[in-house]
């Protein structure tokens, strides 16, 4: 079995600064893509951002210059770190993970159960 754990959400102010990580744990051979969406209430689910295993980054372009996502590959562990955040980035954030069992080894998606950020004004 594959788990992902998140953790580093609370409430913050605007203008401060929080840091997610997730880590991913079980019968893992490989992660290759690794992401986190949020999803804020009313609305769909949507990437922020993502880095592949090799550290090519993405990000939403509501995002860019705020946050940074990094990943180590020792821990299965990705980051992100969240800076200058305003009231609109309120949302859950979810980890999610593209992962290569070590039994069957095909790759099949993964999702954390989600961490609340709350930014007030």
């Known amino acids: 079995q594959v788990q992902l754990v998140e953790s580093g959400g609370g409430l913050v102010q605007a203008g401060g600064s929080l840091r997610l990580s997730c880590a991913a744990s079980?019968?893992?051979?490989?992660?290759?893509?690794m992401g986190w969406y949020r999803q804020a209430p009313g609305k769909q689910r949507e990437l922020v951002a993502a880095?592949?295993?090799?550290?090519?980054?993405n990000y939403a372009d509501s995002v860019k210059g705020r946050f940074t996502i990094s990943r180590d590959n020792a821990k299965n562990t990705v980051y992100l770190q969240m800076n200058s955040l305003k009231p609109e980035d309120t949302a859950v954030y979810y980890c999610?993970?593209?992962?290569?069992?070590?039994?069957?080894?095909?790759?099949?998606?993964?999702w954390g159960q989600g961490t609340q950020v709350t930014v007030s004004s």
């Open positions: 880095i592949t295993s090799g550290g090519s980054t």
């Open positions: 999610n993970a593209e992962i290569v069992g070590a039994g069957i080894r095909r790759v099949d998606d993964y």
């Open positions: 079980g019968s893992i051979f490989s992660i290759n893509a």
